[in-house]
């Protein structure tokens, strides 16, 4: 059973950046996808990012374009989020997540990590 670990949250001014990993206990060829999600109190869980394990493809909610960046580390089975330009409303439990489809509705997630960003 593939088991994901997240590190990197914490607190942050706005303007400022965080580099969240996640950490995969295994790449398998089927669950071809890795994406970052997030979750803020009293919110429904949103997408942020996701990357392809094979080409590296990346795609992108709107309102993370051009801050975070997703990318993966294949020997280690990780995929970073490198957040830059922090913004209060970033602030949430953020939860990687690996799936074989980029819908993710059967996917593995982590146990999430929290960013919260200050004004």
């Known amino acids: 059973q593939v088991q994901l670990v997240e590190s990197g949250g914490g607190l942050v001014q706005s303007g400022g950046s965080l580099r969240l990993s996640c950490a995969a206990s295994?790449?398998?060829?089927?669950?071809?996808?890795m994406g970052w999600f997030r979750q803020a109190p009293g919110k429904e869980r949103e997408f942020v990012a996701r990357i392809s394990w094979s080409g590296g493809s990346t795609y992108y909610a709107d309102s993370v374009k051009g801050r975070f960046t997703i990318s993966r580390d294949n020997a280690k089975a990780t995929v970073y989020l490198q957040m830059n330009s922090l913004k209060p409303e970033d602030t949430a439990v953020y939860y990687c997540?690996?799936?074989?489809?980029?819908?993710?509705?059967?996917?593995?997630w982590g146990q999430g990590t929290q960013v919260t960003v200050s004004s």
């Open positions: 295994e790449r398998s060829f089927g669950l071809y996808y």
């Open positions: 997540a690996t799936d074989r489809t980029f819908r993710f509705t059967g996917a593995y």
